[in-house]
Nanobody
């Protein structure tokens, strides 16, 4: 059974850092494009960033460039989202996504597999 499980969400102060983790089970991420989406209260879901596991290519939306970094650990079958200099506008449920195609950067494409999400709350 294909599963993506996010962890690491919580309360963080503005300007702080947080690292989200995405653990994949039921399949290996080796030939997948993996990414992060988020949905803030009352807003539409939006892509955050993505990584091609095979090539290591990454892409980020403008509003997180220079602040968020995606990395992978293929031995653990995990992907991470390192968040730095967070802002109240980063408050959202963050979802890990994966698709067996090189979809990264094609933000109009909807990845096949989704986790249930983890809540990040940026507040003082």
């Amino acid at each position: 059974q294909v599963q993506l499980v996010e962890s690491g969400g919580g309360l963080v102060q503005p300007g702080g850092s947080l690292r989200l983790s995405c653990a994949a089970s039921g399949f290996t991420l080796d030939n997948y494009g993996v990414g992060w989406y988020r949905q803030a209260p009352g807003k539409e879901r939006e892509g955050v960033g993505c990584i091609s596991i095979r090539s290591g290519y990454t892409d980020y939306r403008n509003f997180v460039k220079g602040r968020f970094t995606i990395s992978k650990d293929t031995r653990k079958n995990r992907v991470y989202l390192q968040m730095r200099s967070v802002e109240p506008e980063d408050t959202a449920v963050y979802y890990c996504v994966a698709d067996p195609t090189e979809w990264c950067r094609v933000w109009s494409y909807t990845p096949k597999y989704w986790g249930k999400g983890t809540l990040v709350n940026v507040s003082s």
